[in-house]
């Protein structure tokens, strides 16, 4: 009866509630039945959610204790999409740095016109020497006029690459005019042989050689300054028959003719190769003939690849010689390895259109017949180098070539002609390495000179309108103190074949450190990919490794 009168009194007003005595002495009380449902119901499910919620804990805190929990799988994954997403930041930055670089190459700056007012400098060739200082010089205060036969620079050390295909010769040239349109003053580079200077009058006379003629024929141009870099020419040695018969090794040209001159039939003859001259250039060509021939040849023509023969003849008692002893043996071991065929001690005398007449070590005379005879024994001067020589005997007396000071001013016309790389004799070697070094060292010369006639200029006007000159006089003399040339060995580097190299580096002041294999070859390989003048030719050159290594090397004639 107590119970049926709660529940009305749910529904009745609370005005019409009337309860029993003895139920309204008990309310009085407060006991747990008289609590309202509704707190009942909220207290009730709030009790059985804690309930539901420990319960659940507890069992998650078991399975961690026997799995090892979810936390370090949490961390573990929260570090693995955090490294994602900043390795997909650097791809983006890298990437967008790239296109940046190679839209602003191809995106010129507008240039000053060249001032006649400004002193000229002439520059003679466009190897690495011409190059290099090209590449650092301020072209502001002067005009520059670029004369070479060929209007871009040759990144030669990879040279014995493009006659095989794994680079392709595009590939590792530079137009000049992609150097020169980037100067703040606009240069003159003009295609043509340079065959003739006028020391004292101070012109250089010079003949189109582009392939575009026109109707002016020979040209003479003055200069203030006049920076010498023809380079050097091929070596024959006065060895009757090279020249009408061998491939030499030093220009693009070369390395074209040699793959278009890879033999097609009288196989005994014709797939033997023959290289001549035992340094670097020899060495590296001999090396990638060999991986040609054991990487493409064996799998698209194997049944003419195991008849290839690879001879190597040297004059001196060793290969390599600039290298130490340890690293010479590494490469005749690894010539030996990959079956070539390595004559020191052994002089060319003679050769014709199908056999080299050798003069071996123990002094018999043979006939090497040979399908592809290469040329790399040296190299001597340029006719004009030679007729510079003819017009100064007195001083220039070096048959190696020109003679310089320590400041690279070629003697007998110190006050404005300047010689560097290989046309010129000094006691450094004559590498790219050198003639690198030579143009950096050149332009910085040139930016000085700049600044003494700069403070000359004004000091004649201060002393004109009676202004202290002192400070203007420190700075002269400061200007005019130039720093002589000073030759920084980087080292020295080769490719042997199958994928290694070696190389001698400079440690301390009077050591070295050797090293050769498949390491050695990743450096070289980064070393002269360090060494290309411009993204776009990283960039091509990369892409022709990569073919090679994808799909092998480029067999076909050009």
């Known amino acids: 009866m107590a119970t049926r009168s709660l529940r009305?009194?749910?529904?009745?007003?609370?005005?019409?509630?009337?309860?029993?005595?003895?139920?309204?002495?008990?309310?009085?009380?407060?006991?747990?039945?008289?609590?309202?449902?509704?707190?009942?119901?909220?207290?009730?499910?709030?009790?059985?959610?804690?309930?539901?919620?420990?319960?659940?804990?507890?069992?998650?805190?078991?399975?961690?204790?026997?799995?090892?929990?979810?936390?370090?799988?949490?961390k573990r994954r929260g570090f693995f999409r955090t490294a994602g997403r900043v390795t997909g930041v650097l791809i983006l930055a890298a990437f967008g740095s790239y296109a940046y670089f190679v839209w602003q190459s191809s995106h010129p700056p507008d240039q000053i016109p060249q001032d006649p007012s400004k002193k000229t400098i002439v520059i003679l060739g466009s190897g690495w020497g011409a190059t290099s200082l090209l590449t650092s010089l301020d072209t502001e205060p002067y005009n520059v006029i670029v004369i070479s036969p060929v209007n871009y620079f040759l990144f030669t050390p990879l040279l014995p690459s493009v006659t095989v295909g794994t680079v392709d010769a595009r590939s590792i040239t530079q137009a000049t005019r992609l150097i020169t349109r980037f100067k703040k003053r606009a240069v003159q580079v003009i295609e043509a042989q340079a065959d003739d200077i006028d020391l004292k009058n101070k012109t250089v006379t010079f003949e189109d050689t582009s392939p575009i003629h026109g109707h002016v024929g020979k040209v003479s141009v003055p200069y203030d300054y006049l920076v010498y870099a023809v380079g050097s020419e091929n070596s024959t040695f006065g060895i009757q028959g090279v020249k009408d018969h061998a491939c030499f090794l030093k220009e693009v040209g070369d390395a074209t003719k040699i793959r278009n001159r890879l033999p097609q039939e009288e196989v005994d003859r014709l797939l033997h190769y023959v290289v001549v001259g035992g340094g670097?250039?020899?060495?590296?060509?001999?090396?990638?003939?060999?991986?040609?021939?054991?990487?493409?040849?064996?799998?698209?023509?194997?049944?003419?690849?195991?008849?290839?023969?690879?001879?190597?003849?040297?004059?001196?008692?060793?290969?390599?010689?600039?290298?130490?002893?340890?690293?010479?043996?590494?490469?005749?071991?690894?010539?030996?390895?990959n079956d070539i065929n390595i004559m020191t001690r052994s002089m060319v005398k003679d050769c014709d259109s199908e056999n080299v007449t050798v003069k071996t070590a123990s002094g018999e005379i043979t006939k090497i017949p040979y399908g592809l005879l290469?040329?790399?024994?040296?190299?001597?001067?340029?006719?004009?180098?030679?007729?510079i020589q003819a017009a100064l005997p007195d001083v220039q007396t070096e048959r190696r070539g020109l003679k310089v000071d320590d400041h690279m001013r070629?003697?007998?016309?110190?006050?404005?002609?300047?010689?560097?790389?290989?046309?010129?004799?000094?006691?450094?070697?004559?590498?790219?390495q050198a003639a690198s070094q030579q143009g950096t060292y050149l332009a910085k010369v040139f930016a000085q000179m700049a600044r003494k006639d700069e403070l000359e200029k004004k000091l004649a006007a201060a002393q004109q309108t009676g202004e202290d000159t002192a400070v203007i006089e420190k700075q002269l003399a400061k200007a005019s103190k130039i720093r002589p040339f000073h030759y920084s060995h980087q080292g020295s580097l080769a490719y042997v074949g199958s994928d290694r190299a070696i190389a001698d580096l400079p440690w301390g002041e009077a050591g070295s450190i050797s090293s050769a294999g498949a390491g050695t070859y990743l450096f070289w390989r980064s070393a002269y990919f360090s060494l290309?003048?411009?993204?776009?030719?990283?960039?091509?050159?990369?892409?022709?490794?990569?073919?090679?290594?994808?799909?092998?090397?480029?067999?076909?004639?050009?």
Request: aromatic content about 8%; some cysteine; overall charge positive.
């Open 8 to 74: 009305c009194s749910r529904a009745a007003p609370a005005a019409s509630r009337t309860f029993p005595p003895a139920l309204v002495s008990l309310s009085s009380q407060r006991p747990f039945s008289t609590m309202p449902a509704q707190r009942f119901l909220r207290s009730f499910q709030r009790d059985s959610t804690n309930s539901a919620n420990a319960a659940a804990a507890a069992v998650t805190a078991a399975a961690g204790a026997t799995s090892g929990g979810p936390g370090p799988q949490r």
């Open 280 to 337: 670097p250039t020899g060495i590296e060509y001999a090396a990638e003939l060999r991986d040609w021939v054991n990487g493409d040849l064996k799998r698209w023509y194997p049944e003419i690849a195991h008849r290839v023969r690879v001879t190597l003849i040297e004059a001196l008692p060793n290969v390599l010689p600039m290298f130490s002893k340890h690293l010479i043996e590494y490469t005749e071991s690894t010539f030996r390895q």
């Open 374 to 387: 290469v040329w790399a024994a040296g190299n001597t001067t340029r006719q004009l180098t030679r007729n």
């Open 410 to 432: 070629m003697l007998g016309a110190e006050d404005s002609v300047f010689a560097l790389g290989d046309a010129t004799a000094t006691s450094w070697a004559p590498t790219a």
């Open 532 to 558: 290309l003048f411009s993204l776009r030719n990283r960039s091509l050159v990369a892409v022709d490794w990569i073919k090679t290594a994808v799909f092998g090397r480029d067999c076909g004639r050009e």
